[in-house]
């Protein structure tokens, strides 16, 4: 079984900074590529920024420049810092882990519970 845990979510005025974390724990013996989601109200969930074991990023068009994902792989574990926020920003923020190899399962996505990120104006 795997789990991830995202924390680091807010209420924040324009222009201000939040980190989200994400943990991925359970029998792990490799993960792929780690990522970060978001879901406005009324909107289809969106890719916000995505990172390989290796380091290789990809991001959003609507928040390059702003925000950075790094990642820890020794601990499973992604980052998110998101500076300059705006109230677009606004969303249910999920973690995903991507092509995860897991003890005596195989290969498999795998998705947080999400976590809120308000920019209040």
């Known amino acids: 079984q795997v789990q991830l845990v995202e924390s680091g979510g807010g209420l924040v005025q324009v222009g201000e900074s939040l980190r989200l974390s994400c943990a991925a724990s359970?029998?792990?013996?490799?993960?792929?590529?780690m990522g970060w989601y978001r879901q406005a109200p009324g909107k289809q969930r969106e890719l916000v920024a995505t990172?390989?074991?290796?380091?290789?990023?990809n991001y959003a068009d609507s928040v390059k420049g702003r925000f950075s994902i790094s990642r820890d792989n020794a601990k499973n574990t992604a980052y998110l810092q998101m500076n300059s926020l705006k109230p677009e920003d606004t969303a249910v923020y999920y973690c995903?882990?991507?092509?995860?190899?897991?003890?005596?399962?195989?290969?498999?996505?795998?998705w947080g519970q999400g976590t809120q990120v308000t920019v209040s104006s």
């Open positions: 995903s882990a991507m092509r995860v190899l897991v003890v005596g399962k195989g290969i498999a996505d795998y």
């Open positions: 359970g029998t792990i013996l490799s993960i792929n590529a």
């Open positions: 990172i390989t074991t290796r380091g290789d990023t």
